[in-house]
């Protein structure tokens, strides 16, 4: 007798057919509503060529222990992909800021040891080989230079008073040849440009919420001044060089309405050098300091966007689970995880003041810091391994999830912050996400 799984969705489409999404295996299919019928009541009914079919996308197996051996060859070969992972660092020279923006998360809590800024520089780049040497001898691989991430960010990383420390930065991440991300707000680039190498800057992350009307009541200077206009004309600096630009756009209830008005704006002024800018939507869940009054949920958020999707078409949309969304209705092949991000896994975020961290949401924060580093690493190694041993199997709840591969768990840093069981799952509903998305955009799709 053939054993169903339970890891599927089904979702109305017409009349007389239904989509079913296999979250264990990617599938998606469009059936009958007599073949549903037969697959929930009377698996004997089905044909021989029918269960072939659901064998071959992983919807029936011969038996439960068969099914678990697949489940369980899915976990290890996904876990054996993250365990091969490079770490990745993050270099955090400050949580100084000349921007005073309303939902800063940074905002919310007092800053741990922001004393006089130190530079920690050598201290850090040691630290990180220490740890690249304890990877490579663990797994017995090389690492190629450029697999290497550094992400500088802050704060704001690129203020003038830093540029010492910057061009010390900057040069030791040059000489090893590492790849370099820097998470700015873009105001200082124009000071910066000429130290910022193309050959090693894999992206510049800068923001723009909204257009110029919008952004310039948002990410203000501490004086009040504006600062759209010199944004984007630092953008220009950096694409004119070959860097590659991500224009993040944190989106509530407050901007989403302009954002085509962003666009224009932007085009206006790269013109011809639009190829390198990547722009992309991230829906604000925590509303910092402002509190969460504009903060809208995620189908709200996806409703406005389907409804005039030509206004939003220039933007990369996030949402959870677009990646297995995309994916599926795509055709492509799907990427698991057991994991929920690299807070989870191989990331160390060290800070000015020596201290050092896992998530980038909880820097400078004391109850999210695992360590220091000012006199050699100094990890507390049992805070590490919890970080590290957060995973599906490690979850009560996400062990029979349907959804556990594509969700990873769902966020430490909102967990830690509710002072909830550090072992405790944060579920997202993606049964009500694809549905939605499914209504509105592949109904729409095939249809047409």
């Not at 295996?25 to 269960?51: C, H, P, Q, R, T």
């Not at 996904?78 to 100084?96: A, C, G, M, R, S």
């Not at 741990?112 to 040497?133: A, G, H, M, R, Y």
Request: include cysteine; proline fraction near 2%; charged fraction near 30%.
């Amino acid at each position: 007798m053939s054993f169903l799984i339970d890891e599927f969705d089904i979702f109305n489409y017409t009349d007389k057919e239904k989509i079913i999404i296999n979250y264990l295996s990617g599938a998606m299919d469009i059936v009958s509503d007599e073949f549903i019928y037969k697959l929930k009541n009377n698996l004997e009914n089905l044909n021989e060529d029918e269960i072939n079919i659901l064998k071959d996308r992983k919807y029936l197996f011969d038996s439960r222990n068969e099914k678990k051996k697949y489940e369980d060859g899915l976990y290890k070969s996904l876990h054996k992909k993250e365990d091969l992972k490079v770490p990745n660092f993050l270099y955090i020279p400050t949580y100084q800021c000349n921007f005073k923006c309303p939902y800063c998360y940074q905002e919310t809590y007092e800053i741990l040891n922001e004393n006089e800024l130190e530079n920690n520089v050598d201290s850090f780049f040691k630290c990180t080989e220490e740890i690249l040497n304890e990877f490579t001898d663990k797994n017995k691989v090389e690492i190629k230079k450029q697999d290497v991430e550094i992400t500088l960010m802050g704060g704001e990383p690129l203020l003038i008073e830093n540029k010492k420390q910057i061009h010390k930065f900057l040069k030791e991440v040059y000489k090893r040849e590492y790849s370099l991300v820097v998470i700015t707000n873009g105001y200082n680039i124009d000071f910066f440009i000429n130290e910022l190498e193309p050959k090693y800057i894999v992206g510049v992350q800068i923001t723009l919420d909204g257009s110029s009307n919008v952004h310039n009541k948002r990410r203000i200077l501490k004086n009040g001044e504006k600062t759209f206009d010199k944004i984007l004309n630092n953008i220009v600096l950096l694409l004119e060089k070959g860097i590659k630009v991500y224009i993040r756009v944190n989106v509530d209830s407050e901007n989403i309405e302009f954002l085509k008005k962003l666009e224009i704006e932007i085009k206006e002024k790269v013109k011809e050098k639009e190829y390198n800018i990547y722009p992309y939507l991230y829906l604000i869940q925590d509303g910092g300091c402002s509190g969460n009054k504009f903060v809208i949920n995620e189908i709200e958020y996806l409703k406005k966007i389907l409804k005039n999707k030509e206004n939003y078409s220039f933007f990369d949309v996030k949402y959870h689970g677009k990646n297995f969304y995309e994916s599926i209705i795509n055709d492509k092949m799907v990427s698991f995880k057991t994991k929920n991000c690299a807070s989870c896994s191989k990331q160390y975020i060290f800070d000015g003041s020596g201290n050092i961290y896992k998530c980038w949401f909880g820097v400078g924060n004391p109850i999210f810091k695992i360590g220091e580093y000012k006199k050699g690493l100094n990890l507390d190694k049992k805070l590490d391994t919890l970080w590290k041993s957060r995973d599906i199997h490690s979850l009560k709840k996400c062990i029979d999830c349907k959804y556990r591969f594509i969700c990873g768990g769902g966020c430490l840093s909102h967990i830690i912050k509710s002072n909830e069981d550090i072992y405790k799952e944060r579920c997202i509903n993606f049964r009500e996400i694809f549905n939605f998305l499914i209504q509105k955009e592949i109904k729409g799709m095939i249809q047409n």
